[in-house]
């Protein structure tokens, strides 16, 4: 059956969502999740849509890929689709006629036959990046911080640590209430911590997939002035219970393997360390 590239408009996206959403299994390699799109939707709904791009075979959705800044596409794949070399065959071909050249690198941990017929075309590793994963069937400790649920009346101080976390942050309160006006939101909360001098220090936003599903922790991120008290410790144990709260069999986060102190910190809230996976860049032709 024929496989159909396609641009969603906004209408689309919640069919999008719900597949993302369909897609994620414990157990599975941690792929593009559907809160890693209601991330996104901090651009608005808009960008958002313009950022994706669905594969379909008989009017089901077996592929999405979302653009990332100008360097990177995302892939998910449809698990049953996993070994299907005909959908890899077509991605790959759409993947290197849709990237212009100096746009090439994919983001696909999951689908071995992708990643197969991405090596045949000429694609080389990347980023190394590290997967890790909490089972949250046991009860999550205290984090010893106290921690509050992001309203409207706190959305200043958590963006404002969000742009204290990360250079270049460009997130913003009219930023926040886009992402928490979308879809994907409804099935997340961020967070903000609290030291014990009543200063916000620390921020999460987490994303489930449904009850049941793995959920997902991005971003997770420190104030620079207040790092090495172990508040990234603390947050991330937050936002593992938040999920837990939230009926998720899981909690996930990816982080670049260069990023060490950040391992170490999912590490140390009790997640688990998964075989690194790169990204793939396309070899010079």
Known sequence: MAI?????????????????????HDGAPVQLHPGD???????GAEATAAAVRTWSRDDRIVAVGMRDGPDLLRMAIAPDADHDVGLAERLVADLTGVLPVGVPCVEARFGGALRNALAAAGWVDDEPWTP?????????RD???RVRVVGPELV?????????????????PQRWHAMAAGPAYADARCLVGYDDDGVPVAVATVWSAGPGRPGLLEPVGVHRDHRGRGHGTAITLAAAAALQEMGASSATVC???????GVATYVAAGFRALPEVADLRRGAR
């Open 255 to 261: 982080t670049p393997s260069a990023n060490v102190g």
């Open 4 to 24: 159909e590239l396609a641009e969603p408009d906004v209408a689309d996206l919640g069919r999008v969502l719900d597949s993302l959403r369909g897609w994620q």
């Open 143 to 145: 984090v010893g911080l």
């Open 156 to 172: 200043e101080e958590r963006c404002a640590v969000q742009v204290a976390a990360f250079d270049g942050s460009t997130f913003t």
């Open 37 to 43: 799109v209601g991330w996104h939707w901090r651009f």
């Open 132 to 140: 890790l994963v909490r089972d949250l069937a046991e009860r999550v």
